[in-house]
């Protein structure tokens, strides 16, 4: 048990969130070992992005807790190991080390492809911009957009955009990778290239949570998959057996819809 | 009987209105600078308050913005000296008047300004462990400055024009200059029309100073343009009413 505690990347439990008297979490448990690659599945507002969100506390929930590496999110354990709310400061420290992908990119307009990617290294790990730069570079290198370091967001397409914000999110090297269908706002020819981008971070061991509906990324690439219907987790199982052995009907009508 | 132009004593009094020009000038100066500082100050107090304690800021925005600025100069340049004791010559009651006016409208324009970067852009930097005054300084203030440019140029533009209205209270700017010519000489239609074409100036390199900023921040400079490029660019948009490329900048 010690064994398995240790080897958790991400550990939520009974996390719960309501928008006003819409409840859209209602009680998740969910744990993620190191390296693993867990795909979330489940219909537009099953609640997928509040999860993710709810993990680096972009929402922050009205009850519940999330472990990242064993540290709770949100909170500083005091020297009796109680816990009380973190600040702001250390909270901002704490989602430091999560990476997070958006739907919409959020790339800074005002800012270079490659100061995108140098900005958070430079404000945050007060690197010098010389520094920073040469390993924007590199991440960029690693996304395949090497040669366009110096375009500006506006001038690059939507996959290009995203695999900016990939880079710019594994400049940090975050611990844990969240995505929040980083997909869904692609025309169909762009998908491919952010795919591919994402199927070499999860052959490198990287512990990811992708919430998607690119169905057949999710068999070929997960470890797990996990689905999530009207704010529970309706069935889980290894990506193979998901998809081919789904047991709940929810799922089965979901998978029939969606494979279709 | 013909109407003769007369500009020839409109240019020997030049010296009297240039007078009136110096203190045209520091008016508006010192009323766009004092103006801006109010103009942060009730933008930041109304975003960052709530809403109950933003209430008296409201109500001033509103009070400056909805009174003819004639009124606001007279009413503080005659009661402010009554209400609070204090002996403000002339020149300083006049710059607290239009500061306040120019505030009201500033403050507008930098709340919409804020408000109006994109959220995504501070969740993302937010996600990315920026701490929120890093958040304001690296991504909101940088995007929001840029976009507001051109709103705080119409209102430091009105604000030269503003500044004319202090002639009725004896401050010697370049309106009561001007009519004190006209008082001389009755000869209201040339002086006029040289005090406009000398406030047409003002204002314009007020513009162009603007623009100027404008070319200078934008973050994407196009085809590597000149100012003179971005000049073009500017001025084909405002005398053009089709919609022009360069307006959906983002």
């Known amino acids: 048990m010690t064994n398995d505690a240790a080897n958790l990347a991400i550990q939520i439990e009974n996390l719960h969130k309501s928008f006003g008297s819409l409840e859209v979490l209602k009680g998740i448990d969910l744990s993620v070992t190191k390296g693993e690659v867990i795909c979330i599945l489940g219909t537009s507002g099953s609640g997928k992005s509040t999860l993710l969100r709810c993990i680096n506390r972009l929402l922050v929930p009205d009850s519940g807790m999330v472990y990242i590496h064993g540290e709770p999110v949100g909170y500083v354990k005091g020297p009796d190991g109680s816990l009380r709310p973190a600040n702001q400061s250390m909270l901002a420290t704490q989602r430091s080390k999560i990476g997070y992908v958006f739907q919409q990119f959020n790339l800074w307009p005002h800012k270079t492809a490659l100061d995108n990617v140098a900005e958070a290294l430079v404000v945050v790990k007060k690197m010098k911009r010389d520094k920073a730069r040469k390993i924007a570079l590199q991440r960029l290198n690693e996304v395949g957009l090497e040669e366009w370091n110096d375009e500006y967001p506006s001038t690059l397409s939507g996959g290009q955009q995203q695999r900016v914000a990939i880079a710019r999110m594994l400049a940090m090297e975050p611990d844990v990778m969240l995505f929040d269908e980083p997909t869904s706002a692609l025309d169909p020819e762009r998908v491919g290239e952010v795919i591919d981008v994402m199927k070499d971070l999860a052959t490198r061991g990287n512990t990811m949570v992708i919430a998607t509906h690119e169905m057949n990324f999710a068999k070929e690439t997960a470890d797990r998959a996990v689905f999530i219907d009207d704010g529970v987790i309706v069935e889980q199982a290894p990506a193979v057996e998901f998809f081919n052995e789904p047991k709940t009907e929810r799922l089965q009508a979901f998978l029939k819809r969606m494979l279709s | ?250």
Not at chain 2, 38 to 59: E, Q, S, W
Not at chain 2, 147 to 163: C, E
């Open chain 2, 1 to 250: 009987m013909e109407f003769e132009f007369r500009f020839d004593i409109v240019w020997n009094n030049i010296s009297i209105l240039l007078e009136g020009v110096q203190t045209t000038i520091m008016l508006s100066l010192l009323t766009m600078l004092l103006g801006t500082i109010i103009g942060l100050f009730v933008a930041i107090i109304r975003l960052r308050v709530r809403r109950l304690f933003a209430i008296p800021f409201v109500i001033y925005v509103e009070v400056f913005r909805g009174t003819p600025g004639l009124i606001q100069i007279v009413w503080i340049y005659y009661c402010l000296p009554i209400v609070t004791g204090l002996e403000l010559s002339a020149f300083t009651s006049l710059v607290i008047a239009m500061a306040l006016n120019v505030g009201a409208y500033l403050s507008e324009v930098f709340r919409a300004g804020i408000q109006a970067v994109d959220k995504g852009h501070v969740e993302a930097a937010c996600a990315l462990g920026f701490k929120p005054t890093q958040i304001s300084r690296r991504i909101v203030v940088p995007q929001a400055a840029y976009r507001m440019i051109p709103a705080i140029g119409n209102v430091f533009v009105s604000a030269i024009k503003l500044s004319s209205l202090c002639s009725v209270l004896g401050m010697s700017e370049l309106m009561y200059q001007g009519q004190l010519v006209i008082a001389n000489y009755f000869r209201p239609i040339e002086v006029f029309t040289v005090v406009a074409l000398i406030y047409l100036i003002m204002a314009y390199s007020t513009s162009l100073f603007m623009m100027f900023l404008e070319w200078k921040f934008a973050w994407v400079k196009r085809d590597k343009n000149s100012f003179w490029g971005h000049f073009k660019n500017v001025s084909r948009t405002i005398f053009s009413l089709k919609p022009q490329g360069d307006l959906t900048r983002d």
